[in-house]
């Protein structure tokens, strides 16, 4: 579905992305684990288009994508949740519903909205009962919850999440992941960008670990959570 050939990225003279390739297959989670600033949000960025690759080549679909515009991203079907759910504080859960589900040739139907957000309400029954408060005055839960369903809006099949287990209780974290696997076996393809190493490989099919710009490992995800070397560097063991 999603295929990353040797993807360079950087910002002004600071190289992040040294030349990374991966792929993701139809239906599939895929974990990326790496720490704070080895360039996890920078990958997935690059992915949508809001910062373009110096070089290498991003194809979805097997069309190349590497030189569109974001909301044509969007539109080809790929969205993203953003980290530190970057959600519009002052707007409310409606209207944050609402500028998940536009984009610029998107003729708003208000049939599909509606039905769009059932679904939205049967994966996050409490957003139904928030939608009239403003986003900053949700719970960091319901926040992420929020970025999430915003991303959804855009009837994604590939869906960028961007450590949605950041800043949550461990009990919050295991919700968010049963909602996140619910959303998968419904169809949609997931790209989890996690430092939560244990969580993501618990629900991933396979992993890629990125370590300052470049993947130093990938493999079922089974087999890295068995790894000795990556316990020992993200499992906090040996
Ligand atoms: P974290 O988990 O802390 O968000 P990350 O793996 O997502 O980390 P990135 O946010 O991709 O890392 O950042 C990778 C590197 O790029 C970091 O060194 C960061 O300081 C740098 N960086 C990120 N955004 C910018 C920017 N807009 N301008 C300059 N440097 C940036």
Same mark, same amino acid.
């Not at 980290?83 to 409310?92: K, V």
């Not at 984009?103 to 708003?108: D, G, I, M, T, V």
């Given at each position: 579905m999603l295929k990353l050939n040797n993807i360079y990225a950087s910002y002004g003279n600071i190289d992040v992305l040294k030349g990374i390739s991966m792929e993701i297959a139809r239906n599939e989670i895929v974990a990326i684990i790496g720490a704070n600033g080895a360039g996890k949000s920078t990958m997935l960025n690059t992915i949508s288009g809001i910062l373009r690759a110096k070089q290498g080549s991003i194809e979805f679909l097997g069309k190349n994508?590497?030189? /569109?515009p974001p909301h044509t991203i969007v539109e080809m079907g790929i969205s993203q949740a953003p980290?530190?759910?970057?959600? +519009? !504080?002052? &707007? $409310?859960v409606m209207e944050n519903l609402e500028m998940g589900a536009y =984009?610029?040739?998107? *003729? +708003?139907?208000i049939s599909n909205f509606k039905s769009e957000l059932e679904k939205i309400f049967q994966y996050f029954p409490i957003l139904k009962e928030r /939608? *009239?408060? $403003?986003?900053?005055? &949700? =719970?960091g839960g319901e926040q992420q919850m929020l970025a999430i369903a915003r991303a959804l809006m855009a009837r994604p099949k590939l869906l960028l999440l961007d450590e !949605?287990? /950041?800043? /949550?209780?461990p009990m919050m974290v295991e919700k968010i992941f049963e909602i996140i696997e619910k959303i998968n076996k419904e169809g949609v393809t997931v790209m989890l960008v996690e430092q939560n190493a244990n969580a993501a490989l618990m629900l991933a099919n396979k992993g890629y670990v990125l370590e300052t710009g470049m993947f130093v490992m990938h493999d079922d995800a089974g087999a890295l959570l068995k790894s000795p070397q990556l316990r020992a560097a993200y499992l906090g063991e040996g």
């Open positions: 994508i590497d030189n /569109l980290e530190g759910r970057r959600i +519009f !504080p002052q &707007l $409310t =984009s610029r040739n998107f *003729k +708003f139907q /939608l *009239k408060q $403003t986003g900053g005055t &949700l =719970s !949605p287990s /950041l800043g /949550l209780a």
